[in-house]
């Protein structure tokens, strides 16, 4: 018998997949909101896909009642409200690593595009300029001090790529060392935005990284420093970034993340004022290949719950 799946993230050859594994995809976009897809497949549901974000809430799983397992898309599931689930017996799975290449590409070309200003650049040429108007001189990256802020899949990939194809110093900023690493662990994220040249983060969203990069971090990093995130928008305070590249007290960032998202970012208008600024739309993490991965260890989850057998990657139930 085939099972049913609501899908509050989906795409057309997730949809497909999914279809030839033998479950029944109930599209949330199929429906006026999320509450009506809810409560018109309520009583057939028994496994919901979601992402980080967008998670899923006590009232939500309470429509639910034949729910046994929630599944996010990425990494991240601050959203998802992971006590209710433990209280009503509802597993909960996610998908580390499966975008970490991308996201790890993306944060490096971010950094390089923010450094050497490639936006300012780029709009040099489109005004009909050329190398005698270009007066801009840009660092290098090469050789320069990287502090990353969280050392798990993508902060892993970044930190590999800064270290071997930048020689640079790589510190990283997270509650405990990681055993292993060859790369030098701070306890204290001011003292490593005051030690790096540029400060990358890949942090998970939730409660405990929100504005963790806020004014204090921000003048620790100091005039010459740039910034950059790929992990979750809140874990920047914006407001203190703008006030930072107003009165120049660091160079410049590159985002991928904003705070104010799945919306427009409410101050998206302001930081474009800014040449030193290269934004992308939350976009790091798509690839081709991120969403075969993704697909197959969903539908891997899926297959093992469902045959009694354990998760392969499930969220943790803490406390």
């Not at 798990?152 to 055993?179: E, H, L, S």
Request: glycine share 10%.
């Amino acid at each position: 018998m085939s099972i049913d799946v609501l899908a509050l993230r989906l795409n057309a050859e997730r949809n497909a997949a999914l279809a030839a594994a033998g479950y029944t995809v109930r599209a949330i976009s199929q429906y006026p909101s999320r509450e009506a897809a809810m409560r018109d497949a309520g009583e057939n549901v028994r496994a919901v896909l979601t992402n980080g974000r967008g998670g899923l809430t006590a009232a939500e799983m309470a429509l639910l009642p034949k729910l046994e397992l929630i599944v996010t898309v990425g990494a991240g599931y601050e959203a998802v409200d992971v006590a209710e689930a433990r209280k009503r017996g509802i597993a909960v799975a996610h998908s580390p690593g499966t975008n970490a290449t991308a996201v790890a590409d993306s944060a490096m070309m971010l950094l390089l595009a923010s450094v050497r200003h490639i936006r300012a650049a780029d709009r040099h040429v489109q005004a009909g300029q050329w190398q005698d108007q270009w007066r801009v001189n840009t660092q290098i990256l090469f050789g320069k001090k990287l502090g990353l802020i969280g050392l798990g899949n993508i902060g892993g990939g970044i930190a590999n790529r800064a270290a071997r194809g930048f020689d640079m110093q790589v510190g990283y900023f997270t509650r405990n060392a990681v055993a292993g690493s060859p790369y030098r662990h701070f306890k204290n994220l001011i003292d490593l935005a005051r030690w790096a040249d540029y400060l990358v983060s890949a942090a998970p969203g939730g409660a405990a990284t929100r504005h963790l990069i806020n004014a204090e971090v921000l003048a620790a990093l100091g005039p010459k420093g740039y910034v950059v995130n790929v992990g979750r928008g809140t874990a920047v305070d914006t407001q203190a970034l703008l006030d930072a590249l107003r009165e120049k007290r660091i160079a410049g960032a590159g985002l991928d993340v904003l705070e104010g998202e799945p919306a427009l970012p409410p101050l998206l208008p302001e930081l474009l004022k800014f040449d030193n600024v290269v934004i992308t739309p939350h976009c790091a993490a798509r690839a081709p290949e991120s969403t075969l991965a993704a697909t197959e260890l969903i539908i891997n989850n899926l297959n093992a719950h469902f045959a009694g057998k354990p998760l392969l990657t499930p969220v943790p139930f803490k406390g």
